[in-house]
């Protein structure tokens, strides 16, 4: 006819196997192997009388730079190949064909051959009357192949690989022993190298300076087996100098590991997603090298659009100079650092320092909401090398930015012992913004009524009233040894988690300084960033006073706390232990008396618009200058501050209004969650309440 139908068989075109000239003899009842796709056909495996069982690879088509397996639908006779090796085929044309096999030889009892069973892969049946062929015989996909002996086996076959998924594959027995494909075991291989493991020299000296592996401390985070790490076969960016093989065994991750997992998923499955970036400082001193910045951008990129948690493991030295393999000069467009500052404000960033952490590391430590170190850490913005280099004298590392100095000035919000303490604080911080816990206790409630001296002048800890009023092992303060007048705290009130803003008579009889003032505007903003209910304990005398106070600058920072507290959105609850004097007591309400959403005083609660004394000499200077003997005006003075007492007592307050209620102390925490309660949960965040959080 001239013309090439499709599924046509072997008499339409010349038998290669017969020296490629046109068929002749057609054997009745012949079926064709098609190709299942067009392509090429690049092996044939078997040659004209070669038996081959039903499923037996034999022939492979080549299209797309893939390879199709041309399976045998039924077991028989290679009566004649079609296509040689080199032909190009259309979808569904024969590539050979085969005559059933007689019963009881090749692929006769093939199981599925029976009666009524389709063939597959498209061939034609075997037509009424075939030798050794039921009507409609075919072979399902589990039949063998053609075995290693079997005819033809050897004639240019193509074999998939183990493991391969083909038509008519045979999948091993339970009792087969699996064979791993060559891919799989190479990317085992290559994973292998990124364990600890794979380096224990690095991780003998890392262990012998009392520091657990970066993965360790991951490993510690996060819940069992949630890590999904990001560019973990990343490599230093060194091949210019150094061969890919010694990169990937000592540059494993390229000194980052970056990840999402879940934190706290036990007790809040929901909110339990958590991404991680821990510098490892065995792999070149935990430094920022061209490849780890852009793992780093890749994260922050998706925190960013998932909005979790990160925590940050800040070990390491800062940028890397002995990077090659870049066209960088400068480094100075690196985005990681206005990438993880867009991160403030939006999702909770939690520092941890161990060990040395100098510059960029450094530097991105400082951008969290809170930082935790360990004893034996050193933070600084530039490590020995740039001190040095900058003429400042040979400093040693430990030296550079101890604990007990970034303590002491705020860099650092909470000091630990070592890593396992740090991880165990971060994951209890974590969970203050996870949500609330079902199961709580608290202590007796009577024991508030006595918490507090008798005597209005004697000085007392308000810690011990905080442990009393929160759930009991709740309390997380943050920065306890700045500004100790000034109690910054995390805790839970009947599961429900608050901030706690307390004053604390033992350091300056609770009279709020700069450092004080600068402390709480910046937790109030904490707080309302996260929609943390504030809760208020006053007792406080008012802001401190005197030349040196405002050498502090003083006035900047009191009015810190108006403008933080105005600025807040999250319910505040105002509870006066004892005294609430002068614009510093306005300050620890947010600005006013009546600005929380529940104010109320102790029964021992005095208030008053400055200081009594104070108020007493300055209202009634004429009438003590009136009086000559010394100690008839001393008598007076008393009387007058008595008065003043009197009408400043927290039941007198409430008479005019000026607070909502007058306490039993043992109330408290019902009206603490009373109030909080009755706002009602926040409104579902649709991006930052605020720029950014303040990071001082």
């Known amino acids: 006819m001239g013309e090439h139908q499709h599924g046509r068989t072997g008499t339409e075109k010349g038998d290669a196997g017969d020296g490629g000239g046109p068929a002749s003899g057609e054997e009745p009842g012949a079926v064709a192997v098609p190709s299942s796709v067009t392509g090429t056909v690049s092996a044939v495996a078997v040659a004209p009388g070669d038996e081959v069982e039903a499923g037996a690879r034999v022939a492979t088509v ?8 041309v399976i045998a639908p039924i077991g028989g006779r290679v009566h004649q190949v079609v296509a040689a090796p080199g032909t190009a085929v259309s979808s569904g044309d024969a590539v050979l064909t085969l005559v059933a096999a007689a019963s009881g030889s090749a692929g006769a009892g093939s199981p599925g051959a029976g009666p009524g069973a389709s063939v597959p892969g498209g061939a034609s049946p075997a037509g009424a009357g075939s030798p050794g062929a039921d009507r409609g015989a075919s072979v399902p996909a589990g039949a063998s192949p053609a075995g290693a002996g079997s ?78 790490e990001y560019g973990g076969f990343a490599v230093a960016a060194q091949r210019a ?81 002995g990077d090659t393999d870049t066209t960088t000069v400068t480094g100075l467009d690196t985005m990681a650092f206005a990438l993880f500052a867009r991160l403030s404000g939006l999702v909770p960033l939690v520092g941890i320092a161990a060990g040395r952490c100098f ?13 935790i170190a360990t004893a034996d850490a050193s933070i600084g913005m530039g490590g020995p090398a740039m001190i040095e280099g900058g003429g400042l004298g040979v400093v040693a590392p430990e030296d550079v930015g101890p604990i007990a100095v970034q303590v002491a000035n705020g860099v650092v919000d909470m000091a630990v012992a070592d890593e396992a303490e740090a991880v165990a604080v971060a994951r209890r911080y974590l969970g203050y913004f996870q949500g609330a816990d079902a199961d709580w206790s608290c202590a007796d409630q009577d024991r508030l009524r006595d918490v507090l001296p008798e005597r209005r002048a004697e000085v007392h800890d308000v810690r011990r009233v905080l442990a009393l009023v929160a759930d009991e092992g709740s309390v997380l303060e943050l920065r306890p040894l700045v500004a100790p007048g000034m109690v910054t705290a995390l805790a839970r009130v009947e599961g429900r988690a608050v901030g706690v803003l307390a004053n604390n008579p033992i350091h300056l009889s609770g009279a709020i300084d700069a450092a004080g003032a600068s402390k709480a505007a910046r937790f109030m903003a904490l707080c309302d960033t996260f929609d943390l209910p504030i809760v208020s304990l006053v007792d406080t005398p008012g802001f401190m006073v005197g030349p040196e106070a405002e050498a502090t600058g003083l006035v900047r920072q009191a009015s810190r706390m108006f403008v933080a507290g105005a600025g807040t959105t999250v319910p505040w609850c105002c509870v006066v232990l004892r005294k609430a004097y002068g614009l510093g007591a306005q300050a620890m309400a947010g600005g006013s008396l009546h600005a929380p959403l529940r104010t109320v005083a102790w029964a021992g609660g005095e208030l008053g618009g400055m200081g009594l004394e104070g108020a007493v000499r300055l209202g009634f200077r004429r009438e003590l200058q009136a009086v000559a003997d010394p100690g008839e005006r001393q008598a007076l003075f008393d009387r007058l501050v008595a008065i003043a007492y009197e009408r400043g007592k927290a039941v007198e307050v409430a008479s005019v209004f000026e607070i909502d209620d007058v306490i039993d102390p043992a109330d408290t925490r019902r009206v603490i969650t009373d109030a909080i309660r009755s706002a009602g949960p926040p409104p579902p965040r649709t991006g930052r309440k605020r720029p950014g959080l303040d990071t001082w």
Do not use: W
């Open 151 to 228: 005819p033809g086996a050897d004639r240019g076959a193509s074999v998939p690989g183990p493991g391969a998924s083909v038509p008519g594959d045979v999948r091993p027995t339970a009792a087969a022993v699996p064979v791993v494909r060559r891919e799989l075991a190479e990317l085992r291989s290559r994973r292998a190298l990124l364990e600890d493991a794979a380096r224990p020299e690095a991780m003998a000296r890392h262990r012998a300076v009392g520091h657990r592996s970066a993965r360790e401390n991951v490993a510690d985070l996060l819940d069992p087996g949630s890590l999904e």
């Open 359 to 371: 510059a960029g590391n450094a530097a991105l430590l400082g951008c969290c909401d809170v930082v």
């Open 62 to 69: 080549e299209s797309m730079k893939m390879e199709y397996p």
């Open 241 to 321: 100098r150094r061969s890919l093989d010694d990169l990937q065994r000592t540059t494993p991750a390229d000194g980052l590991i970056a990840g999402f997992g879940r934190v706290n998923g036990d007790r809040y499955p929901d909110t339990a997603d958590c991404a991680v970036l821990a510098y490892d400082y065995t792999v070149l001193a935990g430094t920022q090298g061209q490849i780890n910045h852009r793992k780093t951008d890749r994260l922050l990129e998706l925190v960013a659009r998932t909005r979790v948690p990160l925590v940050l493991f800040a070990e390491g030295g800062g940028g890397r100079p």
